[in-house]
């Protein structure tokens, strides 16, 4: 009976697989329409969740611990948790990927915004239901997860999942369900009440063009924002408010996107633009500022006084529309010495970050990186790394398009360039969902050339790059096929390489890949790694110890290679007296070495 039990867990685990494949599938096609950043964040997410469920899949032990992982019979299990999140999105995905405001009924904007809310809530919460300590996956694979989880409790933040105590879920297309999040004393989450369209309580209403809930009795209220603070692209609050010909106000980052996508003519309006001219609204401004203090609502972005600092925090009395307005100076010297003051400005200054961003200097540094004057490259360059150590202006460069010219730069630029343009492209990979995007845009090729062939500095720059694109699992089979397992072991067995510790963790964050796996076999890498594990310092042992558990993991020729080169001392020795990791991971180690052990003699009991 558990056979059968088994192999239908696998079967749906199978079954999973396929419908996160559709999803990614979908992806490439791509989405249009007012929700296709929404979609595509969503199916990205969603197909991140392949490696995952096939690491279950493959799985060699029992499967049955995670169909019983919940155990109350009113509750469901993990897994088919799992299974009705995904198959939620991907309805979504379907019906939201092509909406269009312009041909869709009144309302049905509201109605996608909250299923996105439902949606991530409910597969957010699915994934922490996971039995993941009863299975033997991987620790990138667990982080690639947690990542997602991140993710998706910040796009559930976004669309108001902090504002009060319910939440929206929309489990079919016109049918919504009112699920208290807290858990009562049973610790089982409450249903409120289930509602249709036609039938919601008076005392619940969707916000127009926002993505608000509002209640006006027992629950924790929000404030209504007024229909003139959101931008009619995004339906967020407005951070920088400019005014397009037509006389209608935007955020400035969507409508200089919405521009330099080719369009000419008013999103909301649909009017011809006489011109492309963004000015700033500056009344708006300081009414959403006033709005949001009284309402205690964190905007940080808006800086009234909008005033430049110096170094020692003491007010500049220079004005930043006349330093960006020199940036397009057809005078070269002109130019060069209004980057050179981008960038000084950038450089420490947070404040000074934001004011640059807010007053549109964005755009026009990204236009600069493509100058053929090498001066120009330099100062455009560090000044887009300066203004993305600012969280919320990676958004905006990317929105510029800016890793093509990152690229280009990183691959032809002076040795500086170069080092910056790897440096920005970290910076911007903090960002998760870039991760994906960087990735596939050319630039770990080039961030291995730098790796192999730059500066120390540069070395630096391009492994910490390679690190954080290959915590997203697809970014590891690029890496690899740019050849960064010869380089990385270059690195280790080079005497005068600086760049021991850089190497063994980039290695450990691939080993989890199949191709990295094998090249590093190819490769014989193995004797070097147990030599770290001898007499490594402690975080290179515990580094080689995981890159070793990652080439044993069900590969019997390893194990045996392993035990040859007489390893179980040392690492018995890390098991003992290695930091917290070394010790989780020599113990993993030593325990797939049992297993083989044991197995050899039950074939030679059978031998015999």
């Not at 990542?147 to 796009?155: D, G, S, Y």
């Not at 790796?451 to 694109?469: C, P, V």
Request: charge should be negative.
């Amino acid at each position: 009976m558990a056979g059968d039990d088994s192999t239908t867990i696998v079967s749906e685990i199978q079954s999973l697989l396929r419908l996160v494949r559709d999803v990614a599938r979908t992806t490439a096609t791509g989405f249009t329409g007012g929700f296709k950043k929404d979609c595509t964040d969503l199916s990205r997410r969603v197909a991140l969740l392949s490696y995952l469920l096939e690491e279950i899949r493959d799985f060699q032990g029992d499967l049955m611990p995670l169909d019983m992982a919940c155990s109350s019979s009113s509750s469901p299990s993990s897994l088919s948790e799992l299974t009705t999140a995904l198959q939620a999105a991907n309805r979504l995905l379907q019906s939201a990927g092509s909406f269009d405001h312009n041909i869709s009924a009144e309302g049905t904007a509201e109605k996608f915004a909250c299923q996105f809310q439902g949606v991530t809530w409910k597969l957010e919460k699915a994934l922490a239901n996971l039995p993941y300590d009863r299975f033997d996956i991987s620790e990138e694979v667990k982080e690639q997860v947690d990542l997602v989880r991140v993710q998706l409790k910040r796009a559930t933040e976004r669309y108001g999942g902090q504002q009060d105590p319910i939440l929206l879920l929309a489990t079919e297309s016109d049918s919504f369900q009112i699920i208290n999040i807290h858990d009562d004393d049973d610790g089982v989450k409450s249903k409120v009440g289930s509602f249709t369209n036609e039938n919601l309580p008076k005392d619940l209403e969707l916000v127009t063009e926002s993505t608000l809930l509002k209640t006006t009795h027992d629950v924790q209220t929000s404030p209504v924002i007024p229909v003139d603070f959101l931008c009619p692209i995004s339906l967020e609050i407005i951070k920088d408010p400019v005014i397009v010909s037509t006389g209608q106000t935007y955020e400035r980052s969507y409508i200089q996107r919405w521009i330099n996508g080719g369009n000419t003519t008013c999103p909301k309006t649909r009017q011809k633009l006489r011109n492309l001219t963004l000015t700033p609204n500056y009344v708006l401004r300081n009414l959403i500022t006033q709005w949001c203090t009284i309402h205690k609502i964190e905007h940080s972005t808006l800086l009234p006084n909008r005033r430049l600092k110096d170094s020692d925090g003491s007010f500049l009395d220079v004005s930043i529309e006349s330093i960006i307005q020199s940036l397009s100076s057809q005078s070269i010297e002109e130019r060069r010495a209004a980057l050179s003051k981008i960038r000084c400005l950038s450089k420490r200054i947070t404040e000074n970050r934001m004011i640059i961003a807010e007053s549109g200097g964005i755009p026009i540094l990204v236009g600069l990186l493509t100058s053929e004057d090498v001066t120009t490259q330099e100062h455009a360059v560090t000044s887009i790394l300066n203004l993305s150590i600012y969280d919320n202006n990676r958004g905006l460069i990317m929105l510029e398009n800016a890793v093509p010219s990152l690229v280009q730069l990183l691959k032809s630029g002076t040795m500086e360039t170069r080092e910056n343009a790897a440096a920005t492209l970290f910076s911007l990979s903090l960002s998760d969902e870039n991760k994906i995007v960087i990735g596939g845009s050319g630039a770990i090729p080039a961030l291995v050339d730098l790796l192999e062939n730059g500066s120390r500095r540069g070395k630096n720059d391009a492994a910490t790059a390679l690190f954080n694109l290959c915590i997203y699992q697809g970014n590891k089979g690029r890496a690899v096929r740019a050849g960064i397992v010869s380089v990385l072991l270059k690195m280790l067995t080079d005497v005068n390489s600086a760049m021991v510790d850089e190497a063994l963790t980039l290695l450990s964050i691939l080993a989890s890949h199949n191709e990295a796996k094998s090249a590093m076999v190819r490769a014989q890498i193995i004797p070097n790694l147990i030599d770290f594990v001898k007499s490594g310092i402690p975080r290179n042992k515990e580094n080689a110890a995981s890159i070793l558990l990652s080439l044993c993991k069900r590969d019997d020729e390893n194990i045996g290679c392993v035990i040859r080169l007489e390893a179980l001392t040392p690492l018995m020795e890390l098991a003992d007296n290695g930091s917290e990791r070394g010790r989780r991971k020599a113990n993993l180690l030593l325990g797939h070495i049992e297993r083989f052990r044991q197995n050899l003699e039950h074939l030679q009991v059978r031998v015999d």
